[in-house]
């Protein structure tokens, strides 16, 4: 994996008991011919681990993998799988509550790699996650290794169990069998362990330098967010490193809207200034990136097209294979393969492309809360994410701001958002819906993401002012004034968590 190999692996995040995505970005044809070079092929939802368990029963999964596997190496792709830390059958997971210092625990977990790559020796290796346990079959049980309360792992605490795990996987999956092994890293807790170097160097400690361990973060402090700093640990030494990133954006529209992120991957994002991204800030070992390029998120429901994820998922391959490659000139090329042939409109609707960051970062975000919070985990507290308004997050932001004197400022911000908006809107109409562009393919989808915009900062704008009249107030009461808002504008799929 030298850089002129760069992996560019393609991963569908399906949202957790939801139906599967329907898309395109899992057929390996597709994601050969977009520059793809490796596919995860079956995941934490799917199963893979459990399928190949001495207590599995044959409910298909084996088939289906087998399928999956053929399709995807036949055309030149390196096929993946991915599993929770730990899935382990059930009687051992009672044996062991999942105790990462448990030997029984490993001995369990080597038998299940061994099984699993005996019967699909052609995979390219597996890649381990940990943060939410997710179902699995009715034989196996999914334990977090680090809510294991022993007294070794009281003493130890997470940093030691971490490097349990990376030692015991580098030893299992890397030099017993020879296989490659991703660890995605995430947070341990609160503590933002997935962009802290100085915990993350601590667990990786036990490191035995075997090339084919490898770890993965994400390219944000945090998640998925604006108002994020370029993660500091992506130059830490040690394993190969890949990034990670998500082109529909879960917190920002899941690709119903506009949302331009190649600038931001290139130079950082700029409400921060911090002169980050690919193009100043990649890992010593850069093995590759881990793109998501639909899906993310909880939601069942996703963008009815796939146009805008498109765009962030080009610009993201480009990237990977030239981190110093001009945005401008990738998002022209982009355009360009994607039908819009025409220079002069091509150059107005690039334009108002990277103008969508600013649609984006006045939709979704709350500038006046944000100053007020300066939030890096949840910035603008989460008031919306996937296609739901957030109650309690609203009630606190609408307490807060008001406690502050700064509700005017709020509103303030709300109607700069629909300014913009409109704005954007009216500049998309004189490009499609009678502009040289109107005869474009995706015309409609187009016109249809900008409409939206409107009416969602329309309805938001309506929603905080009504918020902030009612202040203070408590989750209900805040959830009584969404869903009166809903019901009076209803824009799909736009919902209030319950």
């Known amino acids: 994996m030298d850089k002129r190999k760069r992996m560019i692996l393609a991963y569908v995040h399906d949202p957790p008991n939801k139906k599967a995505i329907d898309t395109r970005w899992r057929d390996p044809t597709?994601?050969?011919?977009?520059?793809?070079?490796?596919?995860?092929?079956?995941?934490?939802?799917?199963g893979c681990l459990s399928i190949v368990m001495d207590e599995a029963n044959d409910d298909g999964s084996i088939s289906k993998l087998d399928e999956r596997l053929k399709n995807t190496i036949d055309v030149g792709l390196k096929a993946w799988v991915m599993d929770d830390l730990f899935t382990l059958p059930k009687e051992?997971?009672?044996?062991?509550?999942?105790?990462?210092?448990?030997?029984?625990t490993w001995q369990t977990i080597s038998q299940n790699l061994f099984n699993l790559f005996e019967?699909?020796?052609?995979?390219?290796?597996?890649i381990f996650r940990f943060g939410e346990a997710f179902e699995t079959k009715q034989w196996a049980k999914r334990v977090s290794p680090f809510d294991c309360q022993c007294e070794i792992c009281v003493k130890l605490g997470p940093i030691g169990a971490l490097q349990r795990i990376i030692s015991e996987l580098e030893e299992h999956v890397c030099e017993q069998l020879g296989m490659y092994c991703i660890v995605r890293m995430w947070d341990l807790g609160n503590?933002?362990?997935?962009?802290?170097?100085?915990?993350?160097?601590a667990a990786l400690?036990?490191?035995?330098?075997?090339?084919?361990?490898?770890?993965?973060?994400?390219?944000?402090?945090?998640?998925?967010?604006?108002?994020?700093?370029?993660?500091?640990?992506?130059?830490?030494?040690?394993?190969?490193?890949?990034?990670?990133?998500?082109?529909?954006?879960?917190?920002?529209?899941?690709?119903?809207?506009?949302?331009?992120?190649?600038?931001?991957?290139?130079?950082?994002?700029?409400?921060?200034?911090?002169?980050?991204?690919l193009s100043n800030c990649t890992p010593q070992n850069w093995v590759g990136s881990y793109i998501i390029p639909r899906g993310g998120g909880w939601s069942a429901e996703v963008s009815k097209d796939d146009f805008w994820s498109t765009i962030n998922s080009k610009a993201i391959v480009?990237?990977?294979?030239?981190?110093?490659?001009?945005?401008?000139?990738?998002?022209?090329k982009i355009l360009i393969e994607m039908g819009f042939t025409d220079a002069e409109s091509r150059r107005s609707f690039s334009i108002l492309i990277k103008m969508s960051s600013d649609l984006i970062l006045s939709l979704r975000y709350i500038p006046t809360f944000q100053d007020l919070t300066n939030q890096i985990w949840m910035p603008s507290h989460n008031w919306f994410r996937d296609d739901t308004f957030v109650p309690g997050a609203c009630a606190h932001i609408a307490n807060h701001v008001s406690d502050?004197?700064?509700?005017?400022?709020?509103?303030?911000?709300?109607?700069?958002?629909?300014?913009?908006?409109?704005?954007?809107?009216?500049?998309?109409k004189a490009l499609f819906d009678g502009g040289k562009l109107s005869n474009h393919p995706k015309s409609k989808f187009i016109l249809y993401s900008y409409k939206w915009a409107v009416e969602f900062a329309e309805i938001s704008e309506q929603m905080w002012t009504k918020l902030l009249d009612n202040a203070p107030l408590n989750r209900s009461e805040a959830k009584e004034i969404i869903e009166s808002i809903l019901e009076a504008n209803p824009l799909p799929p736009l919902s209030c968590l319950d």
């Open 30 to 46: 597709f994601l050969y011919q977009e520059g793809f070079t490796d596919l995860v092929i079956a995941d934490q939802l799917t």
């Open 404 to 428: 502050a004197g700064k509700s005017k400022n709020l509103l303030d911000d709300r109607g700069f958002a629909s300014i913009i908006a409109r704005t954007q809107l009216n500049r998309a």
């Open 205 to 277: 400690a036990e490191y035995n330098e075997n090339p084919k361990l490898v770890v993965s973060v994400k390219h944000t402090a945090t998640d998925y967010w604006r108002y994020q700093p370029w993660n500091n640990s992506i130059q830490l030494d040690g394993p190969p490193r890949m990034i990670e990133f998500q082109c529909e954006r879960e917190y920002e529209f899941l690709g119903i809207l506009p949302n331009w992120l190649g600038h931001h991957w290139a130079k950082g994002f700029p409400e921060l200034d911090d002169g980050r991204g």
């Open 318 to 332: 480009a990237l990977t294979k030239k981190p110093q490659a001009n945005p401008d000139k990738i998002l022209d």
């Open 191 to 201: 503590d933002g362990f997935h962009a802290d170097s100085e915990q993350q160097s």
């Open 119 to 126: 019967r699909f020796p052609d995979l390219e290796g597996i």
């Open 92 to 104: 051992i997971a009672e044996k062991t509550s999942g105790c990462p210092h448990d030997e029984l």
